[in-house]
C-alpha cells in the first residue's frame, strides 16, 4: 500500500499543472483597449476640440485665478461642514429629545433644498433683512451691520456651500459612528470611561475608517458643487470657462474642456489623498497593509520584492 501511495504521488508530481484559462476576461480587455484607442484617436484627430486654443486657454491667468477661487470655496466648505457635519451627528445620537430634533431638522432641511436654491435665497436675503446685529435674544441689540456690507458674494458661495455640506457630512459622520460595534462601547462604559472619551478615543479612530471613503466622494462632490457659484456673480473655474466663452464664441468647446480637465486633475489629487488616507487609517484593521501602487510598480519592475 505505502508503494501504491508513493508512485501515485511520483505520477501526480510529474505531470505539469496547467492554469486556468480566462478567454473571456482577455476578449473583454481587447474590447477596453480598442474602444480607448478609439477616443484617444477622435480626441487627438478632430479638429472641433481645437488643441491649440486648449493650450492657450489652460494655463491662462483669468482660468488659474478661477481655479485658486475654486480650491478655496472647497477648502473653506470642506472645514466649515465637516465641523458642522460632526456636531450634528452627535446631536442626532444624542440623548436629549431637543437636540436630536433640531439635528434631524435641519438635515431635513437643507438636504431637500437644491444648492442653487439655496445660493440665490442667500444672495437676496437682503431683501428680507436691511440689518444684522448681535445682543440679546428678544431684547436690545449691542452691534448693527449693514446686511449688503456683511453678505458679499464670497461670504454667500462660503456660507451656503458649508451650509449644504454640513447636512450631508452629519450624515456621512453619523453613519461611521453607528458602524463601531456596540460592544466596545458596553466596554468602555463598564470601564467607567466618561462619554467624551469613549468618543475621542474609541469611538472616532474606529468610525473614521468608515467615514473617509464616503467623506472624500462628498468631497469630490463639493468640489464640482462650486461650479453653480456663477450664479451669485462670483467667477469661480466654471464661471471663468462660461464668461470667457461667452466673449469667445468660437471657443466653447476647447474652453469647457479646460474646466473639465481641471477637474480631473482636482479630482485625481482627491483620489489620491483618499487612497492613503485609507491606508492609514487600516493599519489596525489588516494584519498586512496593501501596497501602494508605485510599490506594486517596483514589484513589477523586479526591483523590490
Not at 484617436?41 to 486657454?57: E, S
Not at 436690545?140 to 455640506?165: R, T
Not at 454640513?166 to 468602555?188: C, F, N, P
Request: proline share 4%.
Amino acid at each position: 500500500m505505502q508503494e501504491t501511495t508513493d508512485e501515485l504521488v511520483e505520477k501526480l508530481a510529474s505531470r505539469k499543472v496547467v492554469p486556468l484559462r480566462h478567454p473571456w476576461r482577455w476578449a473583454a480587455a481587447a474590447v477596453a483597449l480598442v474602444l480607448l484607442a478609439q477616443a484617444a484617436h477622435a480626441l487627438v484627430t478632430n479638429d472641433a476640440f481645437q488643441w491649440d486654443a486648449f493650450g492657450y486657454w489652460f494655463f491662462r491667468p483669468v482660468v488659474l485665478e478661477g481655479l485658486l477661487l475654486t480650491l478655496q470655496l472647497t477648502g473653506l466648505a470642506a472645514v466649515f461642514g465637516l465641523i458642522g457635519g460632526i456636531a450634528l451627528a452627535l446631536m442626532r445620537l444624542s440623548r436629549n429629545p431637543v437636540l436630536r430634533s433640531v439635528a434631524w431638522g435641519y438635515i431635513w432641511l437643507f438636504r431637500s433644498i437644491p444648492l442653487i436654491v439655496l445660493l440665490l435665497f442667500l444672495a437676496n436675503v437682503t431683501a428680507l433683512y436691511h440689518t444684522l446685529s448681535l445682543g440679546i435674544p428678544f431684547g436690545p441689540s449691542f452691534v448693527e451691520f449693514s446686511a449688503n456690507d456683511l453678505l458679499s458674494f464670497y461670504f454667500v458661495a462660503v456660507l451656503g456651500l458649508s451650509l449644504n455640506e454640513a447636512a450631508y457630512a452629519a450624515e456621512v459622520v453619523r453613519s461611521g459612528i453607528i458602524s463601531v460595534d456596540q460592544t466596545q462601547l458596553e466596554a468602555a462604559a463598564a470601564l467607567g470611561l466618561p462619554k467624551s472619551r469613549q468618543y475621542r478615543r474609541i469611538i472616532l479612530p474606529q468610525a473614521t475608517r468608515a467615514i473617509i471613503p464616503a467623506y472624500a466622494n462628498q468631497l469630490i462632490g463639493l468640489l464640482k458643487g462650486t461650479s453653480v457659484v456663477y450664479i451669485t456673480s462670483l467667477l469661480e473655474l466654471f464661471g471663468v470657462v462660461q464668461s470667457q466663452a461667452s466673449v469667445n464664441s468660437g471657443q466653447i468647446i476647447p474652453l469647457l474642456m479646460v474646466g473639465t480637465i481641471w477637474y480631473i486633475v482636482l479630482t485625481s489629487v482627491l483620489s489620491v489623498i483618499q487612497y492613503y488616507l485609507e491606508r492609514y487609517f487600516s493599519r489596525g484593521a489588516l494584519r498586512i497593509l496593501p501596497l501602494t501602487p508605485f510599490q506594486r510598480f517596483l514589484r513589477a519592475a523586479g526591483v523590490a520584492r
